[in-house]
T-cell receptor, first 114, second 111 residues
Framework: EAEVAQSPRYKITEKSQAVAFWCDPI?????LYWYRQILGQGPELLVQ????????DSQLPKDRFSAERLKGVDSTLKIQPAELGDSAMYLCASSSRGANYGYTFGSGTRLTVV | KNEVEQSPQNLTAQEGEFITINCSYSVGISALHWLQQHPGGGIVSLFMLSSGKKKHGRLIATINIQEKHSSLHITASHPRDSAVYICAVTGRGSTLGRLYFGRGTQLTVWP
């Protein structure tokens, strides 16, 4: 069964360092989402791509976060510099034509900033 | 105020019990999703529904559009059902597909 691949699975980084996460969606899925989930809460959207274009990054802290999907396939989310409050699960998801046609989530990257 | 509210926040059950998790939402929706998240963090989609009822094995999801309410039922619960169950909605008219999530219900089933 097709999966959304994410790496790394776990990441520990020191405050003020740079960190990057990678996501490879299901082949053919045009829509890609990055979510952040703080412990005990539901996921919150950081950025949404349609092919290579950003369609929603209103909740992305742009002073330190950046995301790209250069060829409309895999995507990278970067944080620089990392802060203690960035400790969370970062989830990637993809869908073929938007959430009404089904969603598939990756296993997530657990980030701990120390 | 969150667009999606779930209850209860935590639920403990004995193996075999019938379980119900509730979800209410405050916006017009085009679809509602029930998701399952295990301790490792990955999320699995259980159901996507926009009306009526769906069943998959021991899981049943219902939605009442007029009352803006959905329920997830687990019959004959088992310890392997222990997980966080999350309700999420896609807003009506949203062609972009963004999901709005509830905070989740932590279910623990004891043998």
């Amino acid at each position: 069964e097709a999966e959304v691949a994410q790496s790394p699975r776990y990441k520990i980084t020191e405050k003020s360092q740079a960190v990057a996460f990678w996501c490879d969606p299901i082949s053919g899925h045009a829509t890609l989402y990055w979510y952040r989930q703080i412990l005990g809460q539901g996921p919150e959207l950081l950025v949404q791509f349609q092919d290579e274009s950003v369609v929603d990054d209103s909740q992305l802290p742009k002073d330190r976060f950046s995301a790209e999907r250069l060829k409309g396939v895999d995507s990278t989310l970067k944080i620089q510099p990392a802060e203690l409050g960035d400790s969370a699960m970062y989830l990637c998801a993809s869908s073929s034509r938007g959430a009404n046609y089904g969603y598939t989530f990756g296993s997530g990257t657990r980030l701990t900033v120390v | 105020k969150n667009e999606v509210e779930q209850s209860p926040q935590n639920l403990t059950a004995q193996e075999g019990e019938f379980i119900t998790i509730n979800c209410s939402y405050s916006v017009g929706i085009s679809a509602l999703h029930w998701l399952q998240q295990h301790p490792g963090g990955g999320i699995v989609s259980l159901f996507m529904l926009s009306s009526g009822k769906k069943k998959h094995g021991r899981l049943i999801a219902t939605i009442n559009i007029q009352e803006k309410h959905s329920s997830l039922h687990i019959t004959a619960s088992h310890p392997r059902d222990s997980a966080v169950y999350i309700c999420a909605v896609t807003g009506r008219g949203s062609t972009l597909g963004r999901l709005y999530f509830g905070r989740g219900t932590q279910l623990t089933v004891w043998p």
